[in-house]
T-cell receptor, first 115, second 114 residues
Framework: AQSVTQPDIHITVSEGASLELRCNYS??????LFWYVQSPGQGLQLLLK??????LVQGIKGFEAEFKRSQSSFNLRKPSVHWSDAAEYFC?????????????FGKGTMLLVSP | DADVTQTPRNRITKTGKRIMLECSQT?????MYWYRQDPGLGLRLIYY???????NKGEISDGYSVSRQAQAKFSLSLESAIPNQTALYFC?????????????FGPGTRLTVL
């Protein structure tokens, strides 16, 4: 069965510093990978997704993620964090075949941004 | 207007009561999903539907039922609510033909069972 691990429950980053959120997945075939962000009191917004092709994926709000098959990872990065990036971030994996596609989410990483 | 709407947005109920959460979408997507979110547990899939005649259990379907009334509507019911069903519930939609199965989420319903 597919699974997703986000090793960090909380991360605190200074405003303007770089950010990397870790995500490891377990899935036997080619995965579909997603990063979602949830701001306080809000629903989930898609940041970026990987299906195939270039392993470095650009998303909204200046985020990017790199798919590394050898490490089963899909880490999210941002070169300079803004206070408005404080939120909870979820990595998710979906089945990459042409049939059903349901998402398995990680438990999330809460990002705190300090002044 | 929002593409995926959920009603109610907040609900407080008592143990044993029947509750229905509703989801409507204007995206024209065939696939719809219900998730629950608990602090520290992320989102877990309750039920999903790939078209009006297709209903499937997710990983935590016990105590829940669903109804797909139309392509645009997918309701989640708690037949007899219990306190450990207190959670934030999200509806989502997707269309693999157009968006490679990216899921789009509603704003959520916060349910409290006393």
């Amino acid at each position: 069965a597919q699974s997703v691990t986000q090793p960090d429950i909380h991360i605190t980053v200074s405003e303007g510093a770089s950010l990397e959120l870790r995500c490891n997945y377990s899935y036997g075939a080619t995965p579909y990978l997603f990063w979602y962000v949830q701001s306080p009191g809000q629903g989930l917004q898609l940041l970026l997704k990987y299906f195939s092709g270039d392993t470095l994926v650009q998303g909204i709000k200046g985020f990017e993620a790199e798919f590394k098959r050898s490490q089963s990872s899909f880490n999210l990065r941002k070169p300079s964090v803004h206070w408005s990036d404080a939120a909870e971030y979820f990595c998710a994996v979906g089945r990459g075949d042409s049939g059903y596609s349901t998402l398995t989410f990680g438990k999330g990483t809460m990002l705190l941004v300090s002044p | 207007d929002a593409d995926v709407t959920q009603t109610p947005r907040n609900r407080i109920t008592k143990t044993g009561k029947r509750i229905m959460l509703e989801c409507s979408q204007t995206k024209g997507h065939d696939r719809m999903y219900w998730y629950r979110q608990d602090p520290g547990l992320g989102l877990r899939l309750i039920y999903y539907s790939f078209d009006v005649k297709d209903i499937n259990k997710g990983e935590i379907s016990d105590g829940y039922s669903v109804s797909r009334q139309a392509q645009a509507k997918f309701s989640l019911s708690l037949e007899s609510a219990i306190p450990n069903q207190t959670a934030l519930y999200f509806c989502a939609t997707s269309d693999p033909g157009r968006t490679t199965d990216t899921q789009y989420f509603g704003p959520g319903t916060r349910l409290t069972v006393l």
